[in-house]
């Protein structure tokens, strides 16, 4: 696994014009990530991925994934796993670089259109 989420991220940063940088992935449980969530969040319920942006261009930051969420995500979604792990990276990748959807409108649409994007290049080079 740890091969292929460096595949997934190397290619969305460099297809999101972010070539050399540094990024922090770590891959838990719903428990950890309910913790994690209720910490800086102040929400007390596991999510699928948080985002912990660094304010450097060189260290983006961290993203925190729920692998039970991302199982049950790709099951309900009908997706493979791997094609729902690539979209809960590119979407933290998004969150780290900027991108927000919490408060809907034109930047939700922003994100979704690069999230989009982003996966289909991830897609038509076999990554997911």
Request: hydrophobic share 35%.
């Amino acid at each position: 696994m740890k091969a292929k989420i460096r595949k997934i991220s190397e290619s969305a940063l460099r297809g999101l014009g972010y070539g050399d940088c540094e990024l922090s992935v770590l891959v838990t449980g719903n428990d950890e990530i309910r913790k994690l969530n209720k910490e800086y969040r102040k929400i007390d319920k596991a999510t699928d991925v948080l985002s912990f942006p660094m304010d450097d261009e060189r260290m983006l930051g961290d993203i925190v994934i729920s692998y039970e969420k991302t199982l049950a995500q790709a099951k309900e979604f009908k997706v493979t796993v791997d094609e729902e792990l690539g979209r809960l990276l590119v979407h933290g990748l998004l969150h780290l670089i900027g991108y927000d959807h919490v408060k809907g409108g034109r930047q939700a649409k922003e994100m979704r259109e690069k999230e989009e994007e982003a996966l289909g290049r991830l897609k038509e080079k076999g990554f997911i």
